[in-house]
């Protein structure tokens, strides 16, 4: 008999979003839940600090079935750029910029004058030597343009697999009174329903074999038959560009990760798998 146990979270939404690799104009997303992201998602349901070291967290084996794996969309983003009324508080909150703005001396009313692609997001911000207030270092007011790429009507079974069994029950009943709030990825993409499901003994392997697909995956009617994707942690590295979804340490200036390597299997769920009694 097994001395592991299996902590099962669904992680549903209309949009879901798990970036590896995202920067601000482009920020992508992964085919389904990181761990970084699952951890990082009980992290904050636990009220932990982004400086508070994850202890067990990050000893945890992670593994997700895909249930449902949505589709991937593509958010168009244009920031600033065109011209607008010049307004009081802009020659107070960016000097810098209102002077070259506004020479060679201020207008005599303000709203008169047009200051062409005036609004947007400083390409870089520093310190006045004078005052101390943030201001921009270089003039940039022109449009920026970013996408953003989310996965809708994405429904996953997550798996956290540890020996410690009170841990996992202490996750469960953070996720369901979670002491911050909780995204999934990002925070436009607020989870529904219910997360922790349930605490079972046994691997990831078996949880998932062991248990039908989510409701919201596919009509009950259709169920039979389909084998889902899942992707299961390995406990040694393998062949291949390993995951660099382990987390180290969530700090405020940016994570840390480590790799880590999974496998990826065609789930066959048992045909007398009990159903789900949740809340979509």
């Not at 004078?130 to 449009?143: C, D, I, P």
């Not at 997550?158 to 990002?186: C, M, Q, S, T």
């Not at 979804?245 to 065609?266: C, I, K, M, T, Y």
């Amino acid at each position: 008999m097994t001395d592991q146990h299996v902590l099962l979270i669904r992680l549903a939404g209309p949009l879901q979003s798990w970036g590896i690799a995202g920067r601000f104009a482009h920020r992508d997303t992964h085919s389904r839940p990181t761990k970084s992201g699952v951890i990082g998602l009980c992290a904050a349901a636990l009220g932990m600090d982004r400086d508070e070291p994850l202890g067990e967290l990050s000893e945890v084996r992670y593994g997700v079935r895909a249930d449902r794996p949505g589709t991937r969309v593509r958010d168009y983003h244009t920031v600033g750029g065109g011209t607008f009324p010049l307004r009081p508080r802009d020659l107070f909150l960016d000097h810098q910029r209102a002077a070259k703005a506004t020479a060679p001396a201020p207008p005599d009313v303000f709203g008169d004058v047009d200051l062409p692609s005036w609004y947007g997001s400083p390409k870089y911000v520093t310190t006045d030597p004078a005052s101390g207030a943030l201001v921009s270092k270089e003039v940039r007011r022109h449009a920026l343009i970013t996408e953003r790429w989310y996965l809708a009507d994405a429904a996953f079974l997550v798996g956290l697999e540890h020996a410690d069994r009170v841990l996992l029950e202490r996750v469960a009943y953070a996720l369901e009174h979670p002491k911050r709030l909780l995204w999934l990825g990002r925070k436009a993409c607020p989870p529904t329903g219910d997360l922790a499901l349930d605490v079972v003994r046994g691997t990831l392997w078996e949880a998932f074999e062991s248990h039908a697909l989510l409701p919201d995956a596919v009509d009950p009617q259709d169920a039979m038959g389909i084998r889902p994707w899942a992707w299961i942690e390995s406990p040694k590295p393998l062949p291949g560009a390993g995951m660099p979804d382990q987390p180290v340490r969530f700090d405020a200036d940016g994570g840390v990760h480590s790799l880590r390597w999974e496998v990826r299997h065609h789930i066959t769920i048992t045909p007398h798998a009990p159903g789900w009694d949740i809340i979509l």
